[in-house]
């Protein structure tokens, strides 16, 4: 008889979101496990550790119910995979990858590991393709390009899904109709939540071209440690297979990472840091590395990954270590958003590191490097005179510095704020860039090239 | 020797565990499995033995066999290293894409060096010399920059009984046979060497010559010397991966090895893609034939990182053999401390700081002390020479951590990292307060000797300037600007100068991404005698906000921009602005 056959019902302990059987025969590592609990209905488990003829499992689904006596388990004989083929676009799954819309199963080409593969470095090709989300601080300052992770650090409470949607709804290479498509992969939050953005693609007529990956508020918390790798292997699938761009939304990672310490603290381990485990970086590297772009290839991930910082604390561990793997972050602002001022995304802590690549000359334009850099530094220059001015008044500044202390106010009124569904145009963008650098006298941009000042400054004034 | 054979008893992530294995030693590799993934044994305890596996570990089972090759985990060294990008246990990376596409599949069997490939031996040693470890018996060019010498390995001597011809050899064709008193040697373009073990060199010497990287931060005010160390820590996003990149780009190191331990795979990529672009601004050659690449991405396993950062340090240790200065930087030490944090977890060892191993301090310090500027083995009086960079990457950018705190204790040089500085786009985000070098004295001469003998003067005079101002900041911090004398207003603006426009330098700009030195001293001395020059109006009764409207200090301002070619001339035109500029104002004051 194939060990698959096999119903073990030498089930020796559950505990936490854990259950151990024992006597068990040719289990792998990582393997599928089919759980039967006492009244027939069945869960999927995974094999966490093997011992000679002990397995420990994660219960994806909970392990409320089950016990030592009539629970039994079944391994699969394989590790967990999920079923690939064009007609995944436009459907709705859960937590363990079965439909959760009307439509019948999917009939796989192909089944994938969920785990993937790491891309091999000289395989990939430098992401540098701009893309265009029309809100001025992610174009003007933090570029987003194709094949890029980039996520958004908020806090409770804060607008991140509207920027998301926003930018889902929005985003577009300039110049460019290309296959396309969107992967949504929800793990622990709200029914409204993911409606929103479901609404979000409807509007964009980007439906049918969405795959949603949902675990909900409600939905068993394990399972959403391998929501994201079904996502992913989807993605995958899309991008380089059938050569779509495919933007990945991520939402929320925190309580992607609390169900990650759930499982770390069941098994005892020394935890890290605020109890999170110790290779929570290598854990989330390999969901944030997975996106890309491969030499010859059409296709692309691209990865908006939200998260939100406990006690917006960015340097608690989750936003810590995804600011370590991710290639930037937008970071919104609890202060911003109480002046009301939407997207409240705080530019100073945020960064494109693939922005440099993907601007400039023939990509967005020329000026586009320099004009990004003095902005930062003169709305720092400016929110430090703010500092100042609490203590000291505003008759204590310079006429210089009360310029670049008028300029941060004015940086936020008009490049900051936008609506929600304003979409600017990367001309836009710089052309605000222009009309606020033009209120500092024109020796404070020593950022700018001098030949981009006459042309995008001095020749408007005259 | 009999072959040791065991099976599988337990598997826990990266690490196993395999019964029936006595007879073999520590750090043994050995082949797990169906799939023969690498494996190191890392705790033997009657026989079983507890093995870190370099590949993915998914799918294994208990009963599948582990077999030991009974030899310490190596690397091979030969012709073919550079322009080579290696997995962590020296794998190379574009072999395995060939086997397996795009993405990496465990199992992959492939060997460092090109077999096939015939490199032209050129003898320097003739029959019956007599030979001792790190003599040269010949040489090869292996690319454009690098002159690879064939050499005895270090514990071998004895008379050449033969030596090839001038011509074309394969790596596995032997070269030469030495008649040794352990018998008969025949040697080959190749040597294996253990990782773990740091290659012999007769005496280690203090460093005197700078690295001389272009960094203006750098060079000036925080040198390293070649044979020293430097840690650069920093939270996300400050810099650390951009200023390797710099270091790797523009050092005049004569070979580069750069280790990619645990971070991202695009900025491999960059490397990779970069260096074969760009050319050495000494040479005019590609940097990429001077340059050894490691990659263990944060996606690859785990295990693996522990190993990528020895190799790395060997194959640096196999061209300082050669008599090279050679460079190489860790990216990051971090992600190897978690990796042993990782697997020691695993191992259910005693818990340090924060989960750290208790030999996380000693394993860092043996990696460091790897690094100097050594007395080779060998007849010939030669020299050479690796410095060390390793990036740290605190949790929550806090120094205080285990990681960055064993560092600091080992490395000569600390470069901190500043996110307050990154976040308003100060690059280098090097906080000139809290970084030091304890190169500054030993490379002195060489400023002297070879760009002039002010250097020291003028970095110890920007030095007092920064810290002066950064006193002054608090002041106005609590009463306004205003408040202060128009003779500190100006000390301020005279530091504001050196701070925005010498510490900054874009790794962007085509022109300010590399400063030659002589550069550097320029520039300095023009900023400071700018600040002399305000300060001195400033006492005589020139308004600040004439000084503050000076038109030359935009052309100041830009001194990093002006093209390393023709620095001289357009320097002399901005004194020369500037002096007339504070004349004028000196002038009008006295009317
Ligand atoms: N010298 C520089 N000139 C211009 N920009 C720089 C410079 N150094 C860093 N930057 C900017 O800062 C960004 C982040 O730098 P980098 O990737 O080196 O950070 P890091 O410290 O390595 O972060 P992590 O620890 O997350 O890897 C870069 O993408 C670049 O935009
Ligand atoms: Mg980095």
Redesign the pocket.
């Known amino acids: 008889m194939k060990n698959k056959d096999i119903e073990y019902t030498t089930v020796s302990a559950v505990e936490g979101p854990l259950m151990i059987v024992d006597g068990v025969a040719d289990v792998a590592y990582n393997e599928v496990v089919k759980i039967r609990t006492p009244n027939g209905e069945v869960r999927t488990g995974q094999v966490l550790e093997v011992f000679e003829h002990r397995a420990v499992i994660q219960v994806f689904e909970g392990t409320r119910g089950l016990d030592t006596k009539h629970t039994s388990a079944r391994f699969i004989g394989e590790t967990m995979k999920l079923g690939v083929s064009k007609d995944i676009v436009g459907r709705i799954f859960d937590g363990t990858g079965q439909p959760l819309d009307d439509s019948p199963p999917i009939i796989a080409k192909e089944r994938r590991d969920i785990n993937g593969e790491p891309i091999n470095p000289c395989a990939r090709e430098y992401p540098r393709e701009f893309i265009q989300t029309g809100i001025s601080t992610i174009d003007g300052l933090n570029t987003l390009v194709r094949g890029q992770k980039l996520p958004i650090f908020s806090g409770s409470g804060l607008p991140h899904n509207e920027v998301a949607s926003q930018i889902a709804r929005q985003a577009k290479v300039l110049g460019k109709e290309e296959e396309f498509a969107v992967v949504f992969c929800a793990m622990g939050i709200t029914n409204e939540e993911a409606n929103l953005f479901r609404k979000g693609f409807e509007q964009s007529g980007a439906l049918e071209r969405t795959v949603m990956f949902l675990n909900l508020a409600d939905d068993p918390t394990i399972e959403r440690i391998i929501l994201p790798r079904l996502a992913l292997t989807c993605a995958e699938y899309l991008a380089f297979d059938l050569d779509m761009h495919v933007l990945v939304i991520l939402t929320n990672m925190t309580n992607y990472a609390e169900a990650l310490r759930e499982i770390a603290a069941a098994r005892e381990e020394v935890p890290g840091r605020r109890g999170y485990p110790g290779y929570m970086y290598t854990d989330l590297a390999s969901i944030y590395e997975r996106a890309g772009r491969i030499q010859g290839k059409k296709g692309s991930i691209t990865q908006i990954p939200m998260l939100t910082m406990p006690d917006d604390d960015i340097t608690h561990p989750i936003p810590d270590l995804t600011?370590?793997i991710t290639e930037g972050q937008i970071v919104l602002d609890r202060a911003l958003n109480k002046k009301n001022i939407y997207p409240p995304i705080a530019v100073l802590p945020c960064?494109s590191?693939l922005?440099?690549q993907g601007i400039g000359k023939d990509r967005t334009r020329e000026d586009h490097y320099d004009v990004a850099n003095q902005l930062y530094a003169a709305y720092a220059e400016g929110c430090d005179l703010r500092d100042l001015v609490a203590i000291v008044g505003e008759d204590a500044l310079s006429e210089r510095d009360k310029k670049f202390l008028h300029f941060a106010d004015l940086f936020e009124q008009r490049f900051v704020s936008q609506g929600s569904f304003e979409d600017r145009s990367i001309e836009q963008t710089l052309t605000i860039s222009w009309e606020l650098l033009a209120q500092l006298p024109d020796a404070e941009l020593k950022k700018i090239n001098v030949e981009y000042i006459k042309k995008y400054l001095l020749n408007k004034k005259d | 020797m009999s072959e040791i054979k065991g099976k599988i008893i337990r598997i826990s992530g990266p690490v196993i565990e395999a019964n029936n294995m006595r007879g073999s030693k520590m750090y043994d590799v050995v082949r797990v499995g169906d799939e023969n993934l690498i494996g190191e044994i890392i705790r033997l305890n009657e026989d079983v033995a507890t093995i870190q596996v370099y590949e993915d570990t998914n799918g294994l089972k208990p009963g599948e066999q582990v077999l030991s090759t009974q030899e310490q985990l190596s690397v091979e060294l030969g012709p073919g290293l550079i322009a080579n990008i290696y997995d962590g246990i020296q794998r190379p990376l574009p072999a395995i894409r060939q086997q397996t596409g795009d993405f990496i599949s465990r199992g992959v069997q492939t060997l460092p060096l090109d077999r096939k490939k015939k490199w032209r031996f050129t003898p320097q040693a003739k029959k019956d010399d007599h030979v001792t470890g790190g003599d040269v018996l010949g040489t090869v060019q292996e690319s454009s920059l690098i002159l690879h010498k064939i050499l005895v390995p270090p514990e071998v001597n004895g008379t050449l009984r033969s030596i090839v011809k001038q011509g074309e050899y394969t790596v596995d064709e032997t070269i030469a046979e030495i008649d040794t008193p352990a018998g008969l040697k025949t040697l080959t373009m190749v040597q294996r060497w253990p990782v773990r073990k740091a290659r012999p060199v007769i005496i280690k010497y203090d460093p005197s010559v700078p690295l001389i990287t272009g960094q203006r931060v750098i060079d000036t005010f925080f040198p390293i010397a070649k044979g020293g160390t430097a840690a650069i820590p920093?939270?996300?996003?400050?810099?650390?991966?951009?200023?390797l990149h710099?270091l790797a780009k523009w050092s005049d190191a004569t070979v580069v090895v750069y280790v990619g331990c645990g971070?991202?795979g695009n900025e491999m990529t960059d490397v990779l893609q970069e260096f074969s672009k760009l050319r050495d601004p000494k040479t005019g050659e590609l940097l990429i034939n001077r340059t050894v690449l490691i990659a263990n991405t944060s996606n690859m396993p785990v295990a693996a990182r522990d190993a990528s950062v020895y190799t790395g340090i060997t194959i640096a240790e196999y061209y300082r053999d050669m008599g090279y200065d050679v460079a190489l930087m860790a990216?990051?030490t971090s992600r190897w401390a978690e990796a042993m944090r990782e697997i020691s977890g695993r191992l259910e060892e005693m818990p340090g700081e924060e989960g750290y191993p208790a030999y996380l301090a000693s394993r860092l310090a043996a990696f460091y002390e790897r690094a100097g500027r050594a007395k080779l083995l060998g007849s010939q009086e030669t020299e050479g020479s690796i410095s060390v960079m390793g990036?740290v990457?605190p949790p929550g950018g806090d120094f205080s951590e285990p990681v960055a705190q064993n560092t600091l204790r080992i490395t000569k040089v600390f470069w901190a990292?500043d996110a307050d500085l990154?976040d308003r786009?100060h690059?280098?985000?090097i906080n000139w307060l809290k970084s030091y070098s304890l190169y500054l004295e030993h490379v002195n001469g060489w400023w002297e000797q070879h760009v002039g003998t002010d250097w020291f003067k003028q970095l110890t005079k920007a030095m007092a300037l920064l810290q002066k101002e950064s006193e002054l900041q608090e002041i106005v911090k609590l009463v306004g600007p205003d408040a202060l004398p128009v003779r500190e207003r100006a000390l301020l603006e005279g530091a504001r100068m050196i701070r925005e426009n010498y510490l900054q330098?874009?790794?962007?700009h085509d022109v300010d991404t590399y400063c030659p030195g002589k550069k550097q001293t320029e520039m300095l001395r023009l900023m400071l005698k700018f600040s002399d020059r305000i300060l001195e109006a400033a006492s005589k009764n020139v308004l600040i906000d004439d000084i503050i409207a000076m038109k030359s200090r935009e052309s100041l301002a830009r001194l990093g921009k002006v093209p390393n070619e023709e620095f001289e001339k357009t320097f002399q035109k901005v004194e020369h602005e500037f002096e007339h500029e504070i004349d004028t104002l000196l002038k009008r004051r006295e009317l």
């Open positions: 600011g370590y960064l590191r922005m440099n | 920093g939270g996300f996003g400050t810099g650390k991966t951009v200023m710099q971070e991202r990216d990051s990036a990457s990292l990154a786009r690059f280098p985000s330098q874009s790794a962007f």
